[in-house]
């Protein structure tokens, strides 16, 4: 089962717009406005293939506190890489993407060749990581090795 979408927040649609429509070229498919008793909620969509999309919700007095951030690693104090989406990418789209991104000063984040696909990322609007990954050997399955590196103790991992 695939899933349907992945949901982060933002503090500014038109940045996000911008990012994931013009730069990535996820085209905006959707958006829902939702009134509430003092405030209000945006939900928008953008589509990243596959009947897939990512989505951000834009609100106001729902709730929040007043001092919430978008990002999803640094206020938790973990590395940048830790919490990210990764779409699928080919090598085609992702050089599209650089010369788009590069056109606006946009450097990628981290470009990783991780053995079995390659990877771009970028820091979006929210402070997102979002990866642009393609394939090359494709990722190694192996579920018995999978499952005994999982339930290995961390010093028999060396």
Same mark, same amino acid.
């Given at each position: 089962?695939?899933?349907? *979408?992945?949901?982060?927040?933002?503090?500014?649609?038109?940045? #996000?717009?911008?990012?994931?429509? %013009? @730069? /990535?070229? !996820?085209?905006?498919?959707? #958006?829902? /406005?939702?009134?509430?008793?003092?405030?209000?909620?945006? *939900?928008?969509? !953008?589509? #990243?293939?596959?009947?897939?999309?990512?989505? /951000?919700?834009? /609100?106001?007095?729902?709730?929040?506190?007043?001092?919430?951030?978008?990002?999803?690693?640094?206020? @938790?104090?973990?590395?940048?890489?830790?919490? *990210?989406?990764?779409?699928?990418?080919?090598?085609?789209?992702?050089?599209?993407?650089?010369?788009?991104?590069?056109?606006?000063?946009?450097? =990628?984040?981290?470009?990783?060749?991780?053995?079995?696909?390659?990877?771009?990322?970028? &820091? %979006?609007?929210?402070?997102? @990581?979002?990866? &642009?990954?393609? %394939?090359?050997?494709?990722?190694?399955?192996?579920?018995?090795?999978?499952?005994?590196? &999982?339930?290995? =103790?961390?010093?028999? &991992?060396?």
């Amino acid at each position: 089962m695939a899933f349907h *979408h992945v949901a982060y927040s933002t503090k500014d649609l038109e940045a #996000t717009r911008h990012f994931y429509e %013009d @730069l /990535f070229g !996820f085209p905006l498919v959707n #958006t829902e /406005f939702h009134d509430r008793e003092e405030g209000w909620i945006k *939900h928008v969509f !953008f589509d #990243t293939g596959n009947g897939q999309c990512i989505a /951000f919700f834009a /609100f106001e007095n729902i709730g929040e506190k007043p001092d919430w951030t978008t990002d999803v690693n640094e206020s @938790l104090g973990v590395p940048v890489f830790v919490n *990210h989406a990764a779409f699928e990418a080919t090598e085609e789209m992702q050089e599209e993407v650089r010369s788009r991104m590069t056109s606006e000063g946009v450097e =990628p984040t981290m470009e990783i060749d991780h053995g079995w696909c390659y990877s771009l990322y970028y &820091l %979006d609007p929210n402070q997102v @990581l979002v990866e &642009l990954c393609r %394939d090359t050997t494709g990722m190694p399955v192996d579920e018995k090795e999978a499952a005994r590196l &999982l339930a290995a =103790p961390i010093g028999e &991992l060396s």
